[in-house]
């Protein structure tokens, strides 16, 4: 424990972390608790065991890295008003207050609802929990945190959730040490953050020369941020078992067996309690459920990318075209499972498309940095081939999958070849199998 009521609280992370006596008033809500059953990674524990780590732990990460660059931006002169110096760590506290079980996966990957950072009504609900609305009316700045929590530009908000801010700086090491990848950044990347212009800004200049270090750190925090990306977030088999998750989702709301508004107060276990509860007489969602509760997920049979990365894939016209199509369009998408599976004679729970938005991108590169006195530009602006190579790679990420339930492998060959029919686009399946694939440059 901490004086004035306050907590000291051990993370795994960060080690002892410290908050006051106003911020654990705002921690123990019932809106802020309900986060310890939202998992970090939504389904990335079906690929990496021990990646249980939840949205709560975060939060509380969060909000102390952002006390932490508040710290900083004093130490560096440029220090904040009195009244973000305690609105910045309540709002980090609340910045996930808003999601769901799965949230990425609905909400970014197949669309079903609004981002939970751009749904105001969802944030008005949670905010207008009695005992939280209590906490941040007596913390005096609530009207400020609120502002905070619905800002994208501006130091305060930046600190929270920038491109390079504290909500990024804590889930890159906890999603490291949650999935058992070695990865990390240096500290001193906290040591360079400054206020300019209103933006919170990573200063690469000493005295107006370059240094040389702090960009080699920055550069070495989007690399892992790139790893993490690779090997977690677009994992395939996380892909698959999200998109199975959302699928059974969809089945639910086209049937009426589920409403939007009974999702508030659920967390990852009791949403799938609950839709198998829901969905118990509809045998092809049934099936889904149990395959995902004993981790048979479903099999790829059909995935193509951008060309450049494998020169038989896609052109970025035809990545825009199949993305309107299967991922702006939910209808669209459905339409097509349903007639994949038709032509298969299988029941259509059992086939799915995944098709990612096209805008995948390094936007980190986007961050303000200060390389003369006075005057800031963007990191991608200084021409760094690094970053340039990067934002390359994160576009050669994008890959459109469909797949197919387990226990009908004697349809996954056709299955692939009717896919290849309906997109254009030869199977990279059939053809990595085959030895066929090479690389070259990106055409359109």
Not at 7 to 32: Q, Y
Not at 379 to 404: H, Q
Request: net charge neutral; charged share 25%.
């Amino acid at each position: 424990m901490s004086g004035g009521g306050g907590k000291l609280i051990r993370d795994a992370v960060h080690g002892d972390i410290g908050f006051s006596a106003l911020e654990m008033a705002v921690v123990d809500t019932r809106p802020v608790q309900r986060l310890r059953g939202i998992r970090q990674l939504g389904a990335s524990h079906l690929v990496y065991p021990s990646a249980m780590h939840t949205r709560f732990e975060h939060s509380l990460g969060t909000a102390w890295l952002a006390k932490r660059l508040l710290a900083e931006l004093a130490a560096r002169g440029t220090p904040l008003p009195a009244e973000d110096e305690v609105a910045v760590p309540l709002a980090a506290l609340l910045h996930d207050v808003t999601h769901w079980p799965f949230g990425h996966t609905f909400e970014d990957e197949r669309r079903l609802f609004v981002r939970h950072d751009e749904d105001e009504e969802r944030l008005a609900r949670y905010l207008a929990e009695p005992a939280l609305a209590a906490a941040l009316a007596a913390s005096g700045v609530g009207a400020r945190v609120r502002e905070l929590l619905t800002a994208r530009v501006g130091t305060a908000a930046e600190i929270i959730a920038g491109v390079v801010g504290a909500d990024l700086l804590d889930y890159l090491r906890r999603d490291a040490y949650g999935t058992g990848l070695r990865q990390d950044y240096d500290d001193r990347i906290f040591r360079s953050f400054i206020s300019l212009d209103g933006r919170l800004t990573v200063d690469l200049q000493k005295r107006g020369l370059l240094r040389h270090d702090v960009l080699s750190e920055l550069i070495h925090l989007l690399r892992v941020r790139y790893n993490l990306t690779e090997r977690v977030y677009y994992h395939h088999a996380k892909m698959v078992a999200g998109a199975m998750i959302s699928k059974a989702l969809e089945l639910a709301l086209e049937a009426g067996r589920i409403r939007r508004d009974e999702i508030y107060d659920l967390a990852d276990e009791s949403f799938l309690w609950l839709l198998a509860q829901r969905l118990a007489d509809q045998p092809g969602a049934a099936a889904l459920l149990d395959d995902l509760a004993c981790r048979r997920l479903y099999k790829r049979v059909y995935q193509t990318s951008l060309a450049g990365w494998q020169v038989q894939g896609v052109s970025t016209a035809q990545q825009a075209e199949l993305a309107a199509r299967y991922h702006y369009d939910i209808a669209g998408r459905r339409a097509a499972e349903e007639r994949l599976a038709a032509a298969l004679g299988l029941d259509p729970a059992a086939v799915l498309i995944y098709c990612p938005a096209p805008t995948m991108q390094l936007k980190e590169s986007t961050v303000p940095v200060c390389v003369e006195p006075g005057r800031a530009t963007t990191l991608a602006e200084l021409g760094s081939a690094e970053v340039s190579s990067l934002a390359d790679k994160y576009r050669g990420l994008w890959k459109l999958l469909v797949c197919v339930r387990r226990g009908h492998e004697a349809s996954f060959a056709r299955a692939g070849e009717l896919a290849a029919e309906l997109f254009g686009a030869a199977n990279l399946l059939d053809l990595h199998q085959r030895g066929g694939l090479a690389f070259g440059s990106a055409g359109d």
